[in-house]
């Protein structure tokens, strides 16, 4: 018998052996067997959780704590029960939605997961690049700046090229796999302990501003933040009449839906419904595996992402929310206005740096009420730059070192999700034309979702870091997709047969799951609303009633 079945019969073993045992042996147990959920957080803690993250900090402070843990528990719930369904059935999830819920619904998951991988491929290549010409080399020209393209081009041939090596050793059977889930274990880890350390160097920290209080008090949630800006906003915006009152507020609160809705699109999205299940198939997990299915979410997904995303929250949000001692004087056109004119333009322009914020900051400080809010909101409402952010970790490793942690960090993070987007992208390809076997087929879509990428810095260079928020939030509105395809599956009698859940369990599983259908729908719809107006929900209910209809006409009678 080849050694991938002896594996995977010693595997079933230890979980039949353990399957009637306490949760202190299962644990152990568990955590030896556990990977696909380890997969899952190498794409969620990429590039798009980490300026989600930090800009929920920077926007909101401690009081967005509860956004990102909020957004995972309701995505774990949903994964599990893709677990749940694929290891049940055995089945491939793509072609049991066709058969068994609908056409629509399985192209639309399908379609779906290939466009959010090219979209999201996008900010990582310009994360890469930002990292690289902002933090670790800061003399390389700015993509969006006036310079040469060649430097833009030989970063993202090289980035490219690593994550095509790495994705392509993936398919090289069951041991480069494993090591390919034991490099991104190792990889999450480091992340988490990286924030860890900082958060504890802010804690005892004495010139930290740091209060525990305001962090925990930041976990409770608080939806008014989806309509009024943060207190520190506030208190300024009430210095204003009635009109500028109003614009700010509006502008504001745009902000911080954005931030929030990005922050719940990069939690969980649809093409992590897809890597999933067929991660999972590739394991050749089964029925004995939905236990440790849903221990390695909460410990592989669950855990690592909370904690790395509340560091990133609260280091952000102590150093750079409403905190004066970081203002970045020239991103205020009111007061370089002033400034300018007081000076003069000819003077103003010869101030060196140093000056240039001294001068700056006394005018600041002596401009009359309304026209000082205006500034303060201008510096409190701009986004930190890559290299600002890095200085998130310069209470643990000092100020110039944390240019270089951050700058590889942020490369890292950049270059393993787009490992996992390519990975995504092959298999759903494969799936497309019902191959799931061909390697050849496999890497095509691989390189499709990777081109385009590569064309992330060039395009939308000056969106830098921060192109990751306006794809979240097309990704976000493609989320309940999937949310209401596995809803169904695990109700289809035809499809689960004895596995599908009865009497209380079922009743638990459908109140999950529709809790975090109806918060993913009138998410995506509120978003989509927000770009497109009623086009985006419109949109929506035509594909739900689509879906719905061709699901009665291919399957009359199904329960």
């Given at each position: 018998m080849p050694e991938p079945d002896n594996s995977l019969e010693k595997e079933r073993e230890l979980l039949a052996a353990v399957a009637n045992k306490g949760a202190g042996t299962k644990i152990?147990?568990?955590?030896?067997?556990?990977?696909?959920?380890?997969?899952?957080?190498?794409?969620?803690?990429?590039?798009?959780?980490?300026?989600?993250?930090?800009?929920?900090?920077?926007?909101?402070?401690?009081?967005?704590?509860?956004?990102?843990?909020?957004?995972?528990?309701?995505?774990?719930?949903?994964?599990?029960?893709?677990?749940?369904?694929?290891?049940?059935?055995?089945?491939?999830?793509?072609?049991?939605?066709?058969?068994?819920?609908?056409?629509?619904?399985?192209?639309?998951?399908?379609?779906?997961?290939?466009?959010?991988?090219?979209?999201?491929?996008?900010?990582?290549?310009?994360?890469?690049?930002?990292?690289?010409?902002?933090?670790?080399?800061?003399?390389?020209?700015?993509?969006?700046?006036?310079?040469?393209?060649?430097?833009?081009?030989?970063?993202?041939?090289?980035?490219?090229?690593?994550?095509?090596?790495?994705?392509?050793?993936?398919?090289?059977?069951?041991?480069?796999?494993?090591?390919?889930?034991?490099?991104?274990?190792?990889?999450?880890?480091?992340?988490v302990l990286a924030f860890v350390g900082v958060i504890l160097r802010l804690t005892f920290a004495d010139s930290s501003n740091m209060q525990w209080s305001s962090v925990l008090g930041g976990?409770?949630?608080?939806?008014?933040?989806?309509?009024?800006?943060?207190?520190?906003?506030?208190?300024?915006?009430?210095?204003?009449?009635?009109?500028?009152?109003?614009?700010?507020?509006?502008?504001?609160?745009?902000?911080?839906?954005?931030?929030?809705?990005?922050?719940?699109?990069?939690?969980?999205?649809?093409?992590?419904?897809?890597?999933?299940?067929?991660?999972?198939?590739?394991?050749?997990?089964?029925?004995?595996?939905?236990?440790?299915?849903?221990?390695?979410?909460?410990?592989?997904?669950?855990?690592?992402?909370?904690?790395?995303?509340?560091?990133?929250?609260?280091?952000?949000?102590?150093?750079?929310?409403?905190?004066?001692?970081?203002?970045?004087?020239?991103?205020?056109?009111?007061?370089?206005?002033?400034?300018?004119?007081?000076?003069?333009?000819?003077?103003?322009?010869?101030?060196?740096d140093a000056d240039l914020k001294q001068n700056l900051k006394a005018i600041y400080t002596a401009m009359p009420g309304q026209k000082k809010a205006k500034a303060t909101l201008e510096l409190m409402e701009v986004r930190p730059s890559q290299w600002e952010l890095a200085r998130s970790l310069a209470p643990l490793t000092g100020a110039a070192v944390a240019q270089y942690v951050f700058g590889f960090g942020v490369l890292a993070m950049a270059l393993s999700t787009i490992v996992i987007l390519m990975l995504i992208n092959g298999f759903a390809l494969c799936e497309a034309f019902n191959r799931p076997n061909d390697e050849k087929l496999r890497r095509i879509g691989c390189l499709i979702a990777g081109i385009v990428g590569f064309f992330g810095p060039i395009a939308w260079g000056k969106l830098s870091a921060y192109l990751v928020i306006p794809t979240s939030v097309f990704g976000f509105t493609l989320l309940p997709i999937a949310y209401i395809t596995f809803l169904l599956l695990m109700n289809s009698k035809s499809l689960m047969g004895d596995n599908r859940p009865e009497g209380a369990a079922r009743i638990r599983w459908n109140i999950l799951m529709i809790t975090a259908t109806l918060v993913a729908t009138l998410g995506a719809g509120w978003a989509s609303y927000g770009k497109i107006g009623w086009w985006g929900p419109g949109l929506i209910l035509t594909f739900g009633v689509a879906a719905l209809l061709t699901k009665r006409s291919a399957n009359p009678g199904a329960t």
């Open positions: 152990k147990t568990y955590a030896k067997l556990c990977g696909p959920g380890w997969l899952q957080s190498a794409i969620t803690l990429g590039g798009g959780s980490l300026i989600g993250a930090l800009s929920l900090g920077a926007i909101g402070g401690t009081n967005f704590m509860w956004v990102q843990p909020l957004a995972m528990i309701l995505g774990i719930i949903m994964l599990s029960a893709i677990a749940y369904v694929t290891l049940s059935t055995g089945q491939r999830p793509f072609q049991a939605i066709n058969q068994h819920v609908s056409p629509v619904l399985g192209w639309g998951w399908l379609g779906a997961t290939m466009l959010a991988n090219m979209v999201w491929c996008l900010p990582q290549f310009n994360l890469a690049y930002g990292a690289i010409s902002e933090n670790l080399f800061p003399q390389v020209p700015n993509a969006g700046k006036e310079g040469s393209l060649i430097p833009i081009l030989i970063v993202c041939t090289i980035a490219l090229a690593v994550a095509t090596l790495v994705v392509f050793s993936y398919g090289k059977g069951s041991k480069g796999v494993l090591l390919f889930e034991r490099l991104l274990k190792i990889f999450v880890g480091l992340i976990l409770i949630p608080d939806f008014s933040a989806l309509f009024r800006p943060a207190e520190s906003f506030q208190s300024v915006i009430h210095q204003l009449d009635a009109g500028p009152a109003k614009e700010w507020t509006e502008k504001i609160v745009s902000k911080q839906r954005d931030s929030i809705i990005t922050a719940f699109g990069t939690a969980v999205g649809i093409n992590m419904t897809f890597l999933l299940p067929y991660s999972m198939l590739r394991r050749k997990w089964g029925r004995n595996h939905r236990g440790l299915a849903i221990f390695d979410l909460s410990t592989g997904l669950f855990l690592p992402f909370v904690i790395a995303t509340g560091c990133l929250v609260i280091a952000t949000a102590t150093q750079f929310h409403a905190n004066p001692e970081n203002y970045n004087y020239t991103k205020s056109a009111t007061l370089v206005e002033t400034a300018t004119a007081q000076l003069g333009e000819p003077a103003f322009n010869k101030l060196e």
